[in-house]
């Protein structure tokens, strides 16, 4: 028996005298001797939480989530996309209008205004879904008026889209690989300026906070969800939205996951500061309430003398009081 290191388990082997082997979370080892072994995590080893790796997300409880929430909003989503899809058609029917039937310059300019207009109402739209998925997430209705409700911070997410696009575009141009790596980093950037309305600065930081350590299971990620989207492709297209709604309430969910997991996320959302708290320092919590007031329970400096059983009896007959305030003479 080889001797026992802080970072390795006793694990019994079928057929097979007691080894040790590296710790993984939901250990449960294959090899291959002469035919395939189980090896199996005894009850009685001793493994601290620095030993075992702790994940930031768990894929398959995203999807699950996606997929279970996909068919509980379905028919809200059809409203709401149907609607999304009358509104973004008015720029293009402008366009072809001005295009085939009357192109004086007076049309050809409103065209012009009309795309810039649409182009501005995908950004929208696109900070509206992610506040749509949230509520579902959240388990809360969602109506068409909820897709404009984060309207307020469209500059921010435009200035975070294009800083986005231009650190992406670069890294592609980088041999590729540095640009998926900078696209799986900041892309949760939209889900911080629709619910915490950051600035775009901040809200890519947060993004570069949350994935950190977790790249590597993003990209896995991107590839189930690429894979998801593409079945529903080839099933003739009808698949397609719902394959949509799958992998963005699961995106949705993987985010709300890397929060929960990343330390000193309430400082960073309070502050968009990175650096650690200070020693002693207490961390903050995000919305959290006051505690209630009651009117009827006076301040202890309000005057009103307080029962001390341990004072010096004064002499009176009267009994201490039963509360804060005087006694009745």
């Known amino acids: 028996m080889l001797a026992h290191r802080p970072d390795t388990a006793f694990v019994s082997i079928t057929t097979m005298a007691p ?19 189980t090896l199996e995590l005894m009850t009685n080893a001793s493994i601290t939480t620095a030993d075992v790796r702790q ?59 009309m795309g ?14 992610i506040n749509l998925q949230l509520r579902v997430i959240d388990g809360k209705q969602i109506q068409t008026r909820d897709l ?6 469209i500059m921010n997410y435009i200035c975070a889209a294009i800083l986005y696009v231009l650190m992406v575009g670069a890294g592609f141009i980088c041999l590729i690989v540095p ?7 900041f892309q949760f950037y939209g889900y911080f300026i629709v619910e915490h309305k950051m600035g775009p600065l901040e809200a890519l930081r947060a993004s570069s906070t949350i994935t950190d350590g977790a790249k590597m299971d993003l990209f896995l990620f991107g590839v189930v969800q690429s894979v998801i989207n593409s079945i529903g492709w080839m099933m003739l297209t009808i698949g ?7 992998t963005s309430i699961a995106a949705a969910d993987v985010y709300r996951q ?24 207490a961390p903050l919590s995000i919305d959290a309430p006051e505690p209630p007031h009651d009117p009827t329970v006076p301040p202890l400096d309000s005057g009103v003398p307080q029962y001390d059983p341990t004072a010096p009896d004064s002499g009176s007959d009267q009994p201490p009081p039963s509360s804060n305030f005087p006694a009745v003479p």
């Not at 640009?179 to 980093?185: A, C, E, R, S, W």
Request: one cysteine or more.
């Open 19 to 37: 080894v040790e082997c590296n710790v993984r979370p939901a250990l449960r080892l294959w090899l291959l001797p002469a035919r395939f072994v």
């Open 55 to 113: 994940d930031k997300f768990v894929l398959d409880s995203a999807i699950k989530t996606g997929w279970q929430n996909t068919w509980k909003y379905f028919w809200p989503y059809v409203g709401i996309c149907t609607a999304v899809f009358l509104i973004a058609s008015l720029p293009g029917l402008m366009s072809i209008y001005a295009t085939w039937v009357n192109s004086s310059p007076s049309m050809v300019a409103l065209s012009i205004l």
């Open 240 to 246: 397609t939205f719902p394959a949509w709604l799958i």
């Open 148 to 153: 404009f409700e984060p309207f307020k911070s």
């Open 179 to 185: 640009g998926i790596m900078l696209g799986i980093k």
């Open 258 to 281: 890397l929060v929960r997991n990343t330390p000193n996320v309430a400082h960073l959302i309070a502050t968009g500061s990175t650096e650690p708290l200070a020693v002693g320092t």
């Open 116 to 129: 810039f207009l649409g182009a501005i109402f995908q950004q929208v739209c696109a900070m509206g879904f």
